[in-house]
């Protein structure tokens, strides 16, 4: 599958936001494109710094930048599936 352009995935954006604002969302399309989108950010800064860890001689700095971002994404993550139980009415 290729990726999208910009103005496709931005046009894309603009229709599930419009979705979720209207509650027009039965299969959770826009939801799960809007989490992929925003999840997908911090993935990318993740593979950069991994690649900067593995092409630069595995430096102390490198390093330390890698495991910032783990933890990023890990506190990113816990922060997602508590809001989802937030919207559930759990809490």
Known sequence: MSKPAEIELKT??????TMKEHDKDPFFIAKTLLNHHYRLKYYEDLQK???????????????????????????????LENSDIKDFGLE
Not at 12 to 17: N, V
Not at 58 to 72: F, G, H, N, V, W
Request: proline share 0%; net charge positive.
């Open 49 to 79: 710094a991994a690649d900067r860890y593995i092409n630069h001689g595995q430096a102390d700095r490198e390093r330390m930048a890698l495991l910032s971002l783990i933890e990023k994404i890990k506190t990113m993550e816990r922060r």
């Open 12 to 17: 894309a954006l603009i229709a599930a936001e």
